[in-house]
């Protein structure tokens, strides 16, 4: 899971994000939410990540993939489950609420380093 967490934070680039932080199915025409229902995997090693990525690119559904490579409690298709503004690292929770709905078939994919490790992140619904 990704609660908040203090302590280890990434350096901030001069437009306010987060070094690595990459955002593959964002768009700035979302309206804003209080809630999202998001799906992560979650690796301690940046290689381990990349593996997961490269099975997610090459059509493997996320779940299946979160099953298999995330270092976590979410491994149960990477789940986190509906989480509010501000219950989710810094991080996570600032590439997450950018991120358009996608589903596991199809995600739209965000990375973001946080004081847990690499993430893979999806959302599956915004309120």
């Not at 593959?24 to 799906?39: D, E, H």
């Not at 270092?71 to 810094?90: C, F, V």
């Not at 739209?108 to 490790?117: D, H, I, P, Q, Y």
């Amino acid at each position: 899971m990704a609660p908040k967490k203090a302590g280890k934070s990434n350096s901030k680039a001069k437009d306010g994000s987060s070094k690595g932080d990459k955002v593959t199915g964002g768009s700035s025409k979302l309206k804003p939410a209080t809630a999202i229902n998001t799906r992560h995997i979650l690796c301690e090693k940046q290689s381990k990540k990349e593996e997961a990525l490269a099975k997610l690119n090459s059509g493997a559904k996320f779940d299946d993939v979160a099953r298999e490579f995330s270092e976590d409690k979410a491994r149960q298709g990477g789940s986190l489950g509906w989480k509010t503004r501000g219950s989710l690292d810094a991080n996570y929770e600032k590439v997450a609420y950018e991120l358009e709905p996608s589903t596991m078939a199809n995600p739209k994919l965000a990375e973001v380093k946080s004081g847990f490790g690499y993430h893979l992140i999806m959302v599956e619904g915004r309120r």
